[in-house]
Nanobody, 119 residues
């Protein structure tokens, strides 16, 4: 049972990346999924999360209008489309699964994917 995050990379400011979070060994469709990032020397920050059926999507203020979370349950995958990237978006991005957005609890974490945005 694991989550696999991928899609990170080194890009210039203004570019786009799409992160993917794939579940293996279990079905994602009963779990809320979150993307959480951690920059060097900083606390972990919740970036975006989506309810199990995709009806509710939440975003941190500093990514609203730039990032879009979505899920494709038949593919057991959650995506984070990141547009207009800024150097301050540089961080390791983790996906995590939890019982619901209301719980605010992430029980299973992926290994993280590095996003680096140069100015």
């Amino acid at each position: 049972v694991q989550l696999q995050a991928s899609g990170g990379g080194l890009v210039q400011a203004g570019a786009s990346l799409r992160l993917s979070c794939v579940g293996s060994g279990f079905s994602l469709d009963t779990f809320a999924i979150g993307w959480i990032r951690q920059a060097p020397g900083k606390e972990r920050e919740a970036v975006s999360c989506i309810s199990s059926r995709g009806g509710t999507k939440l975003y941190a203020d500093d990514v609203k209008g730039r990032f879009t979370i979505s899920r494709d349950n038949p593919k057991n995958t959650v995506y984070l489309q990141m547009n207009s990237l800024k150097p301050e978006d540089t961080a390791v991005y983790y996906c995590a699964a939890g019982p619901s957005l209301r719980d605010g609890r992430w029980d299973l974490w992926g290994q993280g994917t590095q996003v680096t945005v140069s100015s």
